[in-house]
């Protein structure tokens, strides 16, 4: 029969919402993921809380806003003490594991602190987001002058290098690089390089490797009872922009789309926004002829992640696991590609904010949902909300901040849904902050949107920004200092006042519990501001009356 046992939760790196087919794009074809598309629910109006890896992912691990895990940026640590997917799901009977990248910075100062061993049960859970690891690799393997940028062993360096291939670095050399003619290193760090092949055969590169270890882990959890959550995180197709053949030659300039952009946007534009176009990245990415090169091979990188979405939904399927598992699929964040003069990440434009999510749910309950789409208001940290309430618990709201989207995947639409959403981004230690002159405190940006209107309030002093989705969708006319919107602005103003107010931090006791406690303390022996006793039940005074035992006085 039917029914929700397990969740498979698919996360790709840097994969853009639009760059689907399902999502109308009109050249990249993803049938798989298509196809569970047409299994579950497509999120239209779905919005990570902060448009760079780390901080999203600590904000879908732990089901809360950046304003409240405090992870703020790639490297910050995610303090001890903070909940995680893990923690919830072990709670209520269901195990949780990862396959990839979580991006996630273990506090260790706090796990000395606290006496904390890394190498015991607690301590790695507590080091890896509350997974249990099967394989952590984040992807993130090149070597500057001053060292690695990832200090950790990378596992599937090791695996290229039991294939046979001789580098220190496969990654770097073989993954993420071509070969010239004259057999030099073609390092896709170089975008001139993107459309070569990588130098590694197809089943070897990370996305493959990937699903196989994945399903490797599955075919062990075949006959288990006890439920699970798998988290199979893609390092694709976040750069570097290079991919092995035969895919590095599917797409071509004349499949890539015009980029989104208005010289009206550098005219006057926003102090901050300005200092993001002036980077090099994004300098890079204004050039056509960067476009032509790095677009065909985001588009290829996208279309191996759908191969083996593929490869994956075989496995299931002749497995029996797609009627018991819930399967998620949906990305850390977006991806400018020279929209809006913009490469990389880190502001709040639809293309780097707004993302991918497909949800199948194999109950019979969703089958009246099955190949819609909803156009609600939908977070990232709802995903959190969303399993636990899988398990068939409760979700513990004075911790977990989204909301369960099960109503929605059941064809239902609860009357008091969010009417906006929420997302932060932290721009310390860039050279932005530098350029700005802004303290560190100051570097933050908060989004407050719903479907017709985007607020961007900076920190430090700066105007805020405003566009109008519905009049000017693309984004182009910063409304943000116009006078004929002052009601606009205080209604966005509002509504970020309305969020900073939440009750964020009491997280060990819910209001269940505080209800459960209120008025106790009366019979556990305080009584305050008394006169003669007649104001409360006689039972409460049976301590304070009596005959003494002996005078003292």
């Known amino acids: 029969m039917r029914k929700t046992k397990n969740i498979l939760f698919v996360m790709f790196d840097q994969l853009r919402w639009d760059y689907l087919s399902c999502a109308g794009h009109p050249h990249l074809h993803t049938p798989n993921i298509d196809r569970v598309a047409q299994m579950g629910v ?25 304003h409240s895990h405090g992870a703020q940026r790639n490297n910050y640590p995610l303090k001890v003490g903070e909940q995680t997917l893990g923690d919830h799901l072990r709670a209520n009977g269901m195990d949780a594991y990862l396959v990839g990248k979580t991006h996630m910075e273990a506090d260790e100062k706090g796990m000395e602190r606290l006496g904390i061993q890394p190498d015991s049960i607690i301590g790695a859970r507590v080091s ?32 290229l290098k039991s294939k046979g291939y001789p580098s220190a670095n496969p990654w770097h050399e073989n993954a993420n690089a071509g070969v010239t003619e004259a057999d030099d290193i073609a390092s896709g760090w170089l975008m001139e390089n993107a459309l070569m092949p990588a130098n590694v055969r197809e089943q070897d590169s990370e996305t493959p490797w990937l699903t196989r270890e994945c399903i490797d882990f599955l075919k062990g959890k075949e006959g288990v ?3 699970w959550m798998v988290h199979l995180s893609y390092i694709k197709p976040h750069w570097p922009y290079i991919v092995p053949a035969p895919y590095n030659d599917m797409y071509g300039g004349n499949q890539v789309l015009p980029p989104v952009r208005s010289e009206v946007e550098r005219e006057n534009a926003h102090p901050i926004y300005s200092a993001y176009m002036d980077t090099v990245i994004a300098k890079s990415f204004s050039r056509d002829e960067v476009r032509r090169e790095v677009v065909p091979a985001y588009m290829a990188l996208i279309k191996q992640c759908d191969d083996q979405i593929g490869v994956l939904l075989d ?31 880190n502001f709040f434009h639809e293309c780097a904010v707004k993302i991918p999510m497909i949800v199948y749910d194999p109950s019979p309950e969703a089958d009246a949902a099955r190949g819609t789409v909803c156009d609600e ?13 899988v398990t068939g618990a409760k979700v513990p709201d004075h911790v977990i901040e989204g909301r369960s989207l099960l109503p929605f995947l059941r064809g239902q639409t609860p009357a008091d849904w969010r009417d906006y959403i929420i997302s932060e981004f932290d721009y310390t230690a860039t050279p932005m902050m530098t350029r700005l002159g802004v303290a560190p405190r100051d570097a933050r940006l908060f989004m407050v949107a719903d479907k017709r209107w985007k607020l961007v309030h900076p920190e430090g002093g700066f105007a805020p920004m405003l566009f109008d989705m519905q009049n000017d969708p693309e984004e182009f006319h910063d409304l943000g200092q116009s006078p004929e919107h002052e009601a606009v602005l205080d209604q966005m103003y509002d509504r970020l006042g309305h969020w900073a107010r939440r009750l964020s931090q009491r997280t060990t006791l819910s209001d269940d519990e505080v209800r459960a406690m209120t008025g106790k303390s009366v019979r556990k022996g305080i009584l305050l501001g008394l006169y003669d006793g007649s104001e409360v039940e006689p039972e409460l005074l049976v301590r304070l009356k009596g005959k003494a035992q002996a005078r003292y006085v």
């Not at 399927?317 to 490469?343: A, K, N, P, Q």
């Open 42 to 66: 497509r999120f239209s109006r779905a919005y990570v809380q902060s448009p760079i890896c780390g901080s999203s992912r600590m904000s879908f691990y732990t089901g809360r806003y950046v």
């Open 128 to 159: 890896e987001c509350g997974f249990d690891v099967v394989v952590r690799d984040d992807g993130l393997w090149p070597e500057g002058p001053d060292g690695f940028y990832d200090e950790r062993r990378s596992p599937y360096n090791e695996y």
């Open 225 to 227: 009872d006890r439920p």
């Open 315 to 345: 496995y299931l399927e002749e497995s029996g696991r797609l009627d018991d598992t819930m399967i998620v699929l949906t990305s850390d964040h977006g991806d400018y590609l020279g929209d809006h003069w913009l490469g990389e990440k």
């Open 377 to 389: 208001l939908v977070e990232a940290i709802d995903l959190a909300a969303t399993f636990v309430e």
